[in-house]
């Protein structure tokens, strides 16, 4: 007998609720649930067993959109009394960026086995670290949401990258722009995605914010909601590997995301929009994407679910890279502090 795991989504806009998928990346017709609700409704084993949110209306809202689906979701206005009630086992963390690390903390006290939570981990190293040791005392799984992370177009850049098409990777362009070009709330898509291409760990960096956050030195921002509290920047990333980025994540340039890689035989150029362009030695050819049964969030709350059940020995994205992550966009913070000097990154992978 299939056995089912009770779940449960804390914060339901969009990414957590949401009923509207999206073309997959490289302009393919397919489409993916995009949030935590479709992914969950994607999975035989899964019984959503509540919902929460703070706003009622959300929870109404909930239950027209995924009533038929999920027909005995209980509905919360208080995380603390559903993971009190409902024996949770799984649980999606789909709140405002700074509101991550108390959920995180009291559903591992409360006998949680699996968390997903939302990109950025936190707004402060010393909630990542309190959310890390939480879920390691409990032995809980905890993964974060960068999301790229589980595109097969991005995944399969890595190992033609790793493979030594283009060489030696010695310096990526990373761009990612439009009015939520965020540095917290989407930002941390474009930094992860650079970690996850370099493979090497950032030893310092610098960084410049856009005009009108001069004096913004901490977090300020109200965990993702209105992009005027959240700067986008310019910032320079110097790898262990002697590989170096440059970014620009800006929200006074056109939407979009794209990565140009160049090693010292060739190049490839890689975006939502446009998907991606190997070029080595003058000669181009497109990357074909590889097809995969899930992608995105559905993806990664299906690789929770199997590593759950022993089928998969490690995350995507654990929470010590969230946490790395994190490190960066403090840094960039930071460095505009200090007059846009570069700063040392710590050494501290817990």
Not at 171 to 199: C, K, Q, W
Not at 253 to 260: E, N
Not at 331 to 342: A, K, V
Request: glycine content about 10%.
């Amino acid at each position: 007998m299939m056995k089912r795991y009770r779940a449960a989504i804390v914060g339901l806009t969009g990414i957590g609720a949401g009923v509207s998928p999206i073309p997959l990346l490289g302009g393919l017709r397919d489409v993916m649930p995009t949030s935590h609700a479709g992914a969950y409704a994607l999975q035989p084993e899964v019984e959503l067993a509540a919902v929460c949110d703070l706003r009622a209306e959300l929870i109404e809202e909930f239950r027209g959109n995924w009533s038929a689906r999920f027909p005995d979701a209980q509905g919360y206005t208080d995380y603390r009394r559903m993971l009190g009630d409902c024996g949770i086992e799984v649980l999606s963390v789909v709140t405002s960026d700074h509101r991550h690390a108390d959920i995180v903390v009291d559903a591992c006290e409360a006998g949680v086995r699996a968390i997903f939570c939302e990109k950025p981990i936190a707004t402060t190293l010393e909630d990542a670290d309190r959310m890390i040791a939480a879920a390691r005392a409990a032995g809980v799984l905890l993964a974060v949401n960068h999301t790229r992370r589980w595109y097969p177009l991005y995944n399969h850049v890595r190992e033609r990258v790793r493979a030594g098409e283009i060489g030696k990777l010695t310096r990526i362009v990373g761009y990612m722009g439009g009015p939520r070009a965020m540095l917290f709330r989407n930002g941390s898509h474009l930094v992860d995605t650079v970690l996850m291409l370099v493979e090497s760990r950032p030893e310092w960096v610098w960084a410049e914010l856009d005009p009108g956050f001069e004096d913004y030195f901490t977090y300020r921002g109200d965990g993702g909601r209105d992009p005027a509290g959240d700067p986008g920047a310019t910032a320079y990333l110097h790898f262990e590997n002697g590989a170096r980025a440059f970014l620009c994540a800006s929200k006074d340039t056109p939407k979009g995301f794209a990565l140009d890689l160049y090693g010292d035989r060739g190049q490839i150029h890689v975006s939502d929009l446009d998907g991606a362009i190997l070029t080595v030695e003058g000669r181009s050819q497109r990357l074909v994407e590889p097809q995969m049964r899930l992608t995105g969030t559905a993806a990664g709350i299906d690789e929770l679910l199997r590593c759950l059940k022993g089928e998969v020995t490690e995350l995507s994205c654990p929470p010590e890279q969230g946490r790395l992550v994190l490190e960066v966009l403090l840094g960039f913070l930071r460095s505009q502090e200090l007059g846009h000097r570069p700063v040392k990154l710590t050494t501290n992978d817990n």
